[in-house]
Nanobody, 119 residues
Framework: QVQLVESGGGLVQTGGSLRLSCAAS????????MAWYRQAPGKQREFIAL???????MYADSVTGRFTISRDNVKNTVYLQMNSLKPEDTAAYYC?????????????WGKGTLVTVSS
């Protein structure tokens, strides 16, 4: 059974930091490229960062230099260290494999974790 459980969100002031975690189960985690996405109210979900099984990373321009993705293949967990947070980073954050896991014929997504950055 596929499960992706995001955690670590919260309320933080502009310029602050948060570290998000995503615990995965039911997937071959160490073989997967994993990614973080976010969805702000009224907007489409957008790509933030990915990490390949080799450890190579890629970031959206909006977070380059501020966010760092990492993974622990023993704990089956992917992390997102977010520094210098801005109000426009406010969103629900989700992790997933690339491409997304399929459950019952549909892309599977966890519940996400909410990040709110106050100005």
């Amino acid at each position: 059974q596929v499960q992706l459980v995001e955690s670590g969100g919260g309320l933080v002031q502009t310029g602050g930091s948060l570290r998000l975690s995503c615990a995965a189960s039911g997937i071959a985690f160490s073989l997967k490229t994993m990614a973080w996405y976010r969805q702000a109210p009224g907007k489409q979900r957008e790509f933030i960062a990915l990490i390949r099984r080799s450890g190579g990373t890629m970031y959206a321009d909006s977070v380059t230099g501020r966010f760092t993705i990492s993974r622990d293949n023993v704990k089956n967990t992917v992390y997102l260290q977010m520094n210098s947070l801005k109000p426009e980073d406010t969103a629900a954050y989700y992790c997933n494999a690339v491409p997304p896991e399929i459950v019952s014929g549909m892309d599977y997504w966890g519940k996400g974790t909410l990040v709110t950055v106050s100005s």
